[in-house]
């Protein structure tokens, strides 16, 4: 089935560099979203990128989708401590509406 | 605006007993509702996905199920746990015929079965 699948599986920075990390997939898709998740807690949903989009951004973070080589990259500058979480990359096949969930990278930020 | 409730919050239950994890959703209409369960460090598993009232569709065979005898309330249930269904449960919530499909997370509940 459909998965998008993150890299790294774990991230570790100084507060203030920017954090990268991307998704790849495998088959086409209609949008690729990205999901935030804190510790014991649910996801919240951060920037969603349509297969006829490029590149987008929100605040500090820029999302990027590359069709051709089925993968996103979402991209955090400035990170604070508080952006310690893990991020997942859900994809939506085309004819589906049910994303599909990735098993996350886990971002730490150090103060 | 729209609300997502979950509950209980943690959840110990023996080997064998019975499960019941509740999910509704305020301020909207006829939306899809899902149940989802998260191992430790591991992604979202999609357990069951509504698109209305009794409709209940389900993605893997489990001895779990799921009802939904309301529009804005969805049941998670088991009439036998085993210590494989401990995780972190969580309920989510989309636009009916949305353009986005973006999904829209509760708390979640983390089950521990002993």
């Known amino acids: 089935s459909q998965q998008g699948e993150e890299d790294p599986q774990a991230l570790s920075i100084q507060e203030g560099e920017n954090a990268t990390m991307n998704c790849s997939y495998k088959t086409s898709i209609n949008n690729l979203q990205w999901y935030r998740q804190n510790s014991g807690r649910g996801l919240v949903h951060l920037i969603l990128?349509?297969?006829?989009?490029r590149e987008k951004h929100s605040g500090r973070l820029r999302v990027t989708l590359d069709t051709s080589k089925k993968s996103s990259s979402l991209l955090i500058t400035a990170s604070r401590a508080a952006d310690t979480a893990s991020y997942f990359c859900?994809?939506?096949?085309?004819?589906?509406?049910?994303?599909?969930f990735g098993r996350g990278t886990s971002l730490i930020v150090h103060p | 605006s729209q609300t997502i409730h979950q509950w209980p919050a943690t959840l110990v239950q023996p080997v064998g007993s019975p499960l019941s994890l509740e999910c509704t959703v305020e301020?909207?209409?006829?939306?899809?509702l899902y149940w989802y369960r998260q191992a430790a460090g591991r992604g979202l598993q999609l357990l069951f996905y509504?698109?209305?009232?009794?409709?209940i569709s389900s993605e893997v065979p489990q001895n779990l199920s799921a009802s939904r005898p309301q529009d804005r309330q969805f049941i998670l249930s088991s009439k036998k746990l085993l210590l494989s269904d401990s995780g972190f449960y969580l309920c989510?919530?989309?636009?009916?015929?949305?353009?986005?499909?973006?999904?829209?997370f509760g708390p979640g509940t983390r089950l521990t079965v002993l």
């Open positions: 859900a994809t939506v096949p085309g004819g589906s509406y049910i994303p599909t």
């Open positions: 990128i349509r297969s006829n989009e």
């Open positions: 509504s698109v209305g009232i009794g409709q």
């Open positions: 989510a919530w989309s636009v009916f015929g949305g353009s986005t499909d973006t999904q829209y």
């Open positions: 301020g909207t209409s006829n939306p899809n």
